[in-house]
Structures are given as structure tokens and as C-alpha cells.
């Protein structure tokens, strides 16, 4: 199983583990079968770290419905990263699983992520909305982006089950800070681009950290998997996150 020395080398280290399954779908059904394997040996061995399957899922209804039942039942996930772009009525069979972590897409670590994620959108009742809460009043003006109004409606509308998350990019601090301004203390972010994509975690932390100096996940993926040492590198990782947290 190719995970299982990683699994090994970082247990005690991490606070969960995320797996991609384009690169296990990209081999076919061999690729599924080891998918299916590590969740396995991670549910078997070491049952308190939650596995999130970043598989940004979104469909009508009815396909999520397959898509949950797979993630879900088949994996035994606990989480999943999904797509808000066909509305909250279509990405329901995945909320309503009230003890599973749904991790929404909002501001993403990719080059070009602002091409629709930084357009300006008028949603009326979200600027009225905005003005009643006191940290918001900076945002009620006569537009929002985008990635903005995803985080006002996941935050305040979508988690009725208190299961939901954000994907936060940590190569745009500035957006990170203004996405926890908007969500408060209650949402955690899962935020990919510290390594191989250039974030800043310094800067990533004092954006993004809660009043409690809480609610991020840090991904780090390449940075760990394809290291010399993936054991003293993901130590290093978890020693600047908890040394900044103090």
C-alpha cells in the first residue's frame, strides 16, 4: 500500500488526512482499490484521524446522492470537499449528513482562481444582511466578490448541521482574513497552498486563525509525501504552526 509509510512516519503528527482521488482514479480500478485500502487501514489503525476525501464533488441532487453514498458508505470518509456552485438545494444529500464534515470551495490557492472567484456580484439581501452584524460593515457596500458571498451564505445559511467547512487558499492571505471576518470563530478552514504552491505560513496563520487560535486545517501535501524525510518534515511543519499559536 503506497501510504502506509507515510500513515506510519506521521500519525502522531497530524490532525487529519486528505486524500485526492484524481490521482487514485487516474490508474483506474487498481486506484480505487488502493483509495478503498487506505481508508481502510487509517479506520482499522488509527480511527481518531479523520479522512477527508478531496474529490470537489457538485452535481444535481440526485448524482450527489451517488457520490455520498460512495464517499460516505463505500470509504467511510469523514468529510468531503464539494463545490457550491449549483446552489445549496443541489448539494443537500451531502449537508444533510449531520456528522460528516463538508468542506465548501470558496476562495481556492490556484493562479487563476480569480477569474470568477473576485467578480463583483449584487446579492441585496446578503449586503442588508451585512449590515447588521458589526465586523461586516466594512463588506455592505454596493457589491461583493464572489468568493465573498460563498463564505456569507455557507457561514450563515448552509450550516444548519454545524458540519460545514471552507477551502480558504493560504496564497491569498488578504482574502483569508477578510473570509474569517465574514464567518466568525464558528467555520473551520481547510487550506491548501503551504509548499510546493508558495503560501506563506506566517502569514497564513495571522490571516486565518480564529480569537481562539483555531479553525485551520494546513494541507500540505507534496511538501510531505515526496520529501528525503517526510517524518522531520511534517514535524517541522506542526512545530511552526503550535510555536505561532502560543
Known sequence: MFNKPI??????L????KLNTAFYEAIGYKGVEELKKTCDYLKKKYPEIPIIIDAKRGDIGSTN???????????????VTVQPYLGEEAIKPFLDYKDKGII????????GAGEFQN?????TEVEGSFKKIPR???????????????????SHKWNKNKNCLLVVGATYP????EVRKITGDEITFLVPGIGAQGGDLEATLKAGLNSKKQGLIINSSRGIIFAKNPREEAKKLKEAINNYRK
Do not use: M
Request: net charge negative.
Open 174 to 177: 488578504d482574502e483569508l482574513r
Open 14 to 17: 497530524v490532525c487529519s488526512y
Open 136 to 154: 461586516l460593515t466594512s463588506f455592505a457596500r454596493n457589491d461583493i466578490k464572489l468568493y465573498q458571498y460563498v463564505a456569507y451564505q455557507v
Open 7 to 12: 500513515i506510519e512516519a506521521t500519525h502522531d
Open 104 to 111: 465548501i470551495l470558496c476562495r481556492t490557492s490556484n493562479k
Open 65 to 79: 446522492s451517488g457520490y455520498v453514498q460512495f464517499i460516505f458508505t463505500y470509504l467511510g470518509a469523514d468529510a
Open 119 to 123: 467578480l463583483h456580484v449584487i446579492p
